[in-house]
Nanobody, 121 residues
């Protein structure tokens, strides 16, 4: 019922920038929150950034000032602009949506399949 498609990612040099995009499509009534997690090799999946339906953003301390989360409500799309990238930012990045499906009254959570970001010289 909901399809999640991520784009962006790849290899970037330290200090470089990259932009991730994630779009949700399908029988969506409304979206309440969007965000990004990441998982580095051998580590758990951790939150990176989120944005609420009111536009309130939150970031993990390690990316504050370097990453910016934004959204396009009309396109059901969330973005993650990553600047001043560091090798420790290397991970698989996952987007998520908290949304209500058409004809439903409940929130459901939907995840992307993940996209690799590698920061290396």
């Amino acid at each position: 019922q909901v399809q999640i498609a991520e784009s962006g990612g790849g290899v970037v040099r330290p200090g470089g920038s990259q932009r991730l995009s994630c779009v949700a499509s399908g029988s969506i009534d409304s979206i309440y929150a969007m965000g990004w997690y990441r998982q580095a090799p051998g580590r758990q999946r951790d939150s990176v950034a989120s944005i609420s339906n009111a536009g309130i953003t939150n970031y993990v301390e390690s990316v504050q000032g370097r990453f910016t989360i934004s959204r396009d409500i009309d396109k059901n799309t969330v973005y993650l602009q990553m600047n001043s990238l560091k090798p420790e930012d290397t991970a698989v990045y996952y987007c998520y949506f908290h949304l209500v499906l058409s004809g439903s009254l409940q929130y459901t959570e939907h995840w992307g399949h993940g996209i690799q970001v590698t920061v290396s010289s």
